[in-house]
């Protein structure tokens, strides 16, 4: 099993950016997944999941912004970002888990994890 985050990168103030997250050894359909983020010196968060293809939840930091979505075709999860803020700095990580998950979901309830991929947003 294997996830790998690509997608990342620097970019200004209300621009855009769009994470891809590429799944092997298992269906993204059949999991829940989630993408963290954690910047230096704070907690890791979990800002977005998805279960199925269309069930979601959202961090109110993010809300309205972001969107997490999925790729069965292609067996990859997404999370578009716009309006992109200096606050939303941080290594960005996608992780999966069978059955339910949410924002209030734990990290360490999660099997698989990526290797996580900076972003860095100037003002």
């Known amino acids: 099993v294997q996830l790998v985050e690509s997608g990342g990168g620097s970019v200004q103030a209300g621009g855009s950016l769009r994470l891809s997250c590429a799944a092997s050894?298992?269906?993204?359909?059949?999991?829940?997944m989630v993408w963290f983020r954690q910047a230096p010196g704070k907690e890791r968060e979990g800002i977005a999941t998805?279960?199925?293809?269309?069930?979601?939840t959202y961090a109110d930091s993010v809300k309205g912004r972001f969107t997490i979505s999925k790729d069965t075709a292609n067996n990859t999860l997404y999370l578009q970002m716009n309006i992109l803020k200096p606050e939303d700095t941080a290594i960005y990580s996608c992780?999966?888990?069978?059955?339910?998950?949410?924002?209030?979901?734990?990290?360490?309830?999660?099997?698989?994890w990526g290797q996580g991929t900076q972003v860095t947003v100037s003002s």
């Open positions: 050894g298992f269906t993204v359909s059949e999991y829940c």
């Open positions: 998805i279960v199925l293809t269309s069930v979601t």
């Open positions: 992780a999966a888990r069978r059955g339910w998950c949410s924002i209030a979901t734990r990290a360490g309830d999660y099997n698989y």
